[in-house]
């Protein structure tokens, strides 16, 4: 089996994270990613002495050592078990977690929604275990400044732990500090120098102001929660502030799908939720709020008001729509009790028809 040279360029080794322990053959100390015939994944830590046992059979770690990415081995009991370097997303769903960390598919937005940019300055808070830090420190390189906020110092100590392995050292480019959002970020940076703010915590709005003061003008904040409730109130306090531009929101669903000869289609199950997203951004300082020409629906500020359909947002039934409804349902039991589509003073069987129940509104 011919194997891939070793890095040569010295711009690769030199780098403190350089792309090197992500190319060539398979080393010790290296995470592997193993998949069996069944599609169930393992990742390993290979050594020279290790030894790799699963229900599909077993095999020394020294037969993998020095064998390219890719390669599919066989074990003693004859199943095969593909090794791999594992992506960025496979280590995030696989590495030791304290708290939950955000799915790729959501980190992938905020980058790209979040414009988080080489060499941007970017604020993070909380850290939890790491997950987002990494697509972040990715995203800006080793020339910007990641400073990331987490009030749990045991979570900080295992999120440090996830992304020293990940990169295979400390990253220059990664300062992260124990303590509250609020209280550490007026003494951690210069007001207005901040590029970007990403917050993934239960209650963000109470950081509104101290991110504020840290963003530049233009600067982005991307706020991701779990609930509904959470972003509408994190919305509803941004544009109390007349700080921010109006928010915008979204969640993202990814389907995966199932590709068998002709039996292509989406898979059964999903990851349906993990949270919201939302941004706005730093308008200048002095600026007012532009003001909005779409008023919001009547009653959807009144808190202690009854709420009513239209207060959140929903389309009304008229009284008439309604009397049309039950008529329409009371000739369709008739016609199945009786078996009879016309009935005295009830119209022929065509316009029997289910569409009466759902016609649009009159
Ligand atoms: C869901 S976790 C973050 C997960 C992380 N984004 C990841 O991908 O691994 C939320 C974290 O925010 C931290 N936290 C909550 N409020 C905070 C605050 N005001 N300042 C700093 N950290 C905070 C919590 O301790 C918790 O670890």
């Known amino acids: 089996m011919t194997q891939q040279p070793e890095p040569t360029t010295t711009a690769d080794t030199e780098l403190p994270l350089g792309p090197a322990h992500r190319r060539g053959p398979l080393r010790a100390g ?3 990613q193993l998949t069996d015939s069944k599609g169930r994944l393992h ?3 290979l050594t020279h002495d290790g030894y790799f046992q699963s229900q599909r059979g077993s095999f020394r770690h020294s037969e993998l050592i020095g064998q390219p990415e890719g390669t599919v081995l066989t074990t003693t009991t004859g199943h095969q078990i593909l090794a791999l ?4 997303s496979d280590y995030v769903l696989s590495m030791p977690r304290g708290a939950a960390v955000i799915y790729p598919k ?9 414009d988080i940019f080489p060499g941007a300055r970017v604020v993070e808070a909380g850290v939890g275990s790491g997950g987002l830090t990494m697509s972040l420190l990715s995203a800006i ?5 990641l400073l990331s906020v987490e009030r749990r110092e045991d979570f900080a100590d295992i999120a440090r732990g996830n992304v020293e392995s990940w990169f295979g050292g400390p990253h220059p480019a990664w300062d992260v500090r124990v303590g509250d959002l609020a209280d550490v970020l007026p003494d951690a940076v210069e007001p207005g120098t901040v590029d970007r703010v990403v917050l993934d915590m239960l209650a963000p709005w109470e950081n509104l102001e101290a991110v504020a003061d840290a963003l530049a003008p233009g600067g982005v904040l991307v706020a991701y929660v779990a609930t509904t409730t959470q972003l ?3 919305v509803e306090e941004a544009r109390g502030t007349e700080l921010f531009t109006e928010p915008q929101a979204w969640e993202a669903m990814v389907r995966t799908w199932h590709l068998e000869g002709l039996a292509v289609r989406p898979d059964h199950r999903m990851v349906a939720h993990t949270g919201f997203l939302v941004t706005t951004r730093r308008l200048a300082p002095g600026t007012t709020p532009q003001q909005r020409t779409r008023r ?7 808190p202690d008001a009854e709420w009513s359909p239209s207060d959140v947002g929903e389309r009304t039934i008229s009284d008439k729509k309604v009397r049309r409804v039950r008529r329409d349902i009371h000739r369709r039991a008739e016609i199945e009790v009786s078996g009879m589509a016309s009935q005295p003073g009830v119209p022929p069987a065509d316009t029997q028809d289910e569409d009466l129940l759902s016609h649009p509104e009159e």
């Open 232 to 234: 509408s109130r994190f």
């Open 43 to 45: 990742t390993i830590l």
């Open 85 to 88: 370097r594992p992506l960025l």
């Open 296 to 302: 919001p629906a009547k009653g959807a500020y009144s």
């Open 141 to 145: 390189g080793e020339r910007g400044l």
């Open 106 to 114: 959501d980190a992938g937005q905020i980058v790209q929604m979040g």
């Open 30 to 32: 290296e995470r592997v």
